[in-house]
């Protein structure tokens, strides 16, 4: 019985130690590829605004939602010509992330046919996956909070994608600890991801980003 829970014990610092030294791995990784608007910014295919809570009955992005999507449009006004791609859930008719990301940003002036919508971006991988596949993107500007910007870069550049990252934070968001440990378990998911490479929920016919974002409207 000793031996069986000094096995347990060993086992778990081992398995917790190489959690640990993979979310340290992803972020050191990804770090170096931030960028600020302070300074000229990569000239890229598109912006990605990774989706978050829509909430269906007000009409409104959640506080993380709308910060993400104002921080893109900053982004896009140093480069208008550069096209944005939203990509959320859409997998359900009564949840509809991606037309409400597109609607918010067409209100501040964005045109129609620059918005392309990734309705099947039911995670940060299946988002790059899509951007690569879908979009063909070669590269691009992400756009979401910083304790989730390292996995999103991470996946992005293990897809062959020259990505950088914007840091969307503009407040305190409520049960941030909760995000950043969660965070910790979904960089080593995308850290096994990347090196197996599994296909999306959902593919489909390639839609790139040098034509025209109507393409993706389904309304």
Same mark, same amino acid.
């Given at each position: 019985?000793?031996?069986?829970?000094?096995?347990?014990?060993?086992?778990?610092?081992?398995?917790?130690?190489?959690?640990?030294?993979?979310?340290?791995?992803?972020?050191?990784?990804? *770090? #170096?590829? /931030?960028?600020?608007?302070?300074?000229?910014?990569?000239? @890229?295919?598109?912006?990605?605004?990774?989706? %978050?809570? +829509?909430?269906?009955?007000?009409?409104?992005?959640?506080?993380?939602?709308?910060?993400?999507?104002?921080?893109?449009?900053?982004?896009?006004?140093?480069?208008?010509?550069?096209?944005?791609?939203?990509?959320?859930?859409?997998?359900?008719?009564?949840?509809?992330?991606?037309?409400?990301?597109?609607?918010?940003?067409?209100?501040?002036?964005?045109?129609?046919?620059?918005?392309?919508?990734?309705?099947?971006?039911?995670?940060?991988?299946?988002?790059?996956?899509? *951007? #690569?596949? /879908?979009?063909?993107?070669?590269?691009?500007?992400?756009? @979401?909070?910083?304790?989730?910007?390292?996995? %999103?870069? +991470?996946?992005?550049?293990?897809?062959?994608?020259?990505?950088?990252?914007?840091?969307?934070?503009?407040?305190?968001?409520?049960?941030?600890?909760?995000?950043?440990?969660?965070?910790?378990?979904?960089?080593?998911?995308?850290?096994?991801?990347?090196?197996?490479?599994?296909?999306?929920?959902?593919?489909?016919?390639?839609?790139?980003?040098?034509?025209?974002?109507?393409?993706?409207?389904?309304?």
């Amino acid at each position: 019985m000793i031996r069986l829970l000094q096995l347990l014990v060993i086992a778990f610092l081992v398995g917790g130690l190489s959690v640990l030294s993979i979310n340290f791995y992803v972020h050191s990784f990804s *770090a #170096k590829y /931030i960028v600020t608007m302070d300074k000229p910014l990569p000239q @890229t295919d598109a912006i990605l605004v990774l989706g %978050a809570y +829509f909430n269906p009955n007000t009409g409104k992005p959640s506080d993380m939602l709308g910060d993400r999507l104002e921080t893109a449009y900053e982004v896009y006004t140093k480069n208008p010509d550069t096209k944005i791609i939203v990509s959320g859930d859409h997998g359900r008719k009564e949840y509809d992330e991606v037309n409400g990301m597109k609607d918010y940003l067409m209100a501040k002036g964005v045109p129609d046919e620059h918005i392309f919508m990734d309705h099947a971006g039911f995670s940060t991988y299946e988002s790059m996956y899509r *951007a #690569k596949e /879908i979009f063909q993107v070669q590269s691009l500007i992400v756009v @979401t909070q910083d304790y989730h910007l390292y996995r %999103a870069i +991470f996946d992005s550049r293990k897809m062959g994608i020259e990505s950088y990252g914007v840091i969307a934070d503009r407040r305190y968001y409520y049960g941030m600890n909760y995000y950043k440990l969660r965070e910790v378990a979904a960089r080593n998911k995308d850290f096994l991801y990347a090196l197996v490479k599994p296909e999306p929920t959902f593919l489909g016919e390639p839609i790139p980003v040098w034509s025209n974002g109507q393409l993706t409207n389904d309304r």
